[in-house]
């Protein structure tokens, strides 16, 4: 079936320090690829997506690229801040199945 | 913006009491979902409802739970008979359900069983 693989963490970094978080999917077709962030105590925001191969999705300072050929989808930001420490979730969406399947999120945590 | 919004943001209920999560879905959506996160584990698809049936379910959306759409704003999903392993976040989201829109959860029905 379709599912997502993340990068375990936690991540610890240093305030301004890059962020690379990596994430591989494996789907029968051609899913539409997310990024989803859960601050501390509360819910899922939408991060940035991309829908079709070459696709880079961006977003305060955030950026992944659909890259089909390694079926990946990597999160990266060039300077972290403390307010970005919260999980990281990559998710894929096929529209036969009509939801998204979620990988199993990685904490970061950036410290000042 | 418009927003996802479940009530009530926790709910404390005693094993083999009857629970229901209270979702109201951007008023424009067509497709409505339920997730659960276990406590520090991977976000679950639960259950996909469209046109006023279910479209979707996984293995764990057992005879115990069931969604319904009582009236045009309302989303819930009620768990019969909760067991201990029952408790874990549980996020409403509803979408347009067009190919590339993303899913808008709301902030989550924490759920303790004791």
């Known amino acids: 079936g379709d599912s997502v693989t993340q990068m375990e963490g936690p991540v610890t970094l240093s305030e301004e320090a890059f962020l690379t978080i990596n994430c591989t999917y494996t789907?029968?077709?051609?899913?539409?690829l997310f990024w989803y962030v859960q601050y501390p105590g509360e819910g899922l925001q939408l991060l940035l997506k991309?829908?079709?191969?070459?696709d880079k999705g961006s977003n305060k300072g955030f950026e992944a690229t659909y890259r089909k050929e390694t079926t990946s989808f990597h999160l990266e930001k060039g300077s972290v801040q403390v307010s970005d420490s919260a999980v990281y979730f990559c998710?894929?969406?096929?529209?036969?199945?009509?939801?998204?399947?979620f990988g199993a999120g990685t904490i970061l945590r950036v410290k000042s | 913006e418009p927003e996802v919004t479940q009530t009530p943001s926790h709910q404390v209920t005693q094993m083999g009491q009857e629970v229901i999560l209270r979702c109201v879905p951007i008023s424009n959506h067509l497709y409505f979902y339920w997730y659960r996160q276990i406590l520090g584990q991977k976000v679950e698809f639960l259950v996909s409802?469209?046109?006023?049936?279910?479209?979707?379910k996984s293995e764990i959306f057992d005879d115990q739970f069931s969604v319904e759409r009582p009236d045009g704003s309302n989303f819930t999903l009620k768990i019969r008979s909760t067991k201990l392993e029952d408790s874990a976040m549980y996020f409403c989201?509803?979408?347009?359900?067009?190919?590339?829109?993303?899913?808008?959860f709301g902030n989550g029905t924490r759920l303790t069983v004791t």
């Open positions: 998710a894929l969406f096929m529209e036969y199945g009509n939801k998204l399947v």
């Open positions: 409802f469209y046109n006023n049936e279910i479209s979707e």
């Open positions: 991309a829908t079709k191969a070459d």
């Open positions: 789907a029968t077709g051609y899913p539409s």
């Open positions: 989201a509803s979408s347009t359900g067009t190919e590339v829109s993303p899913l808008h």
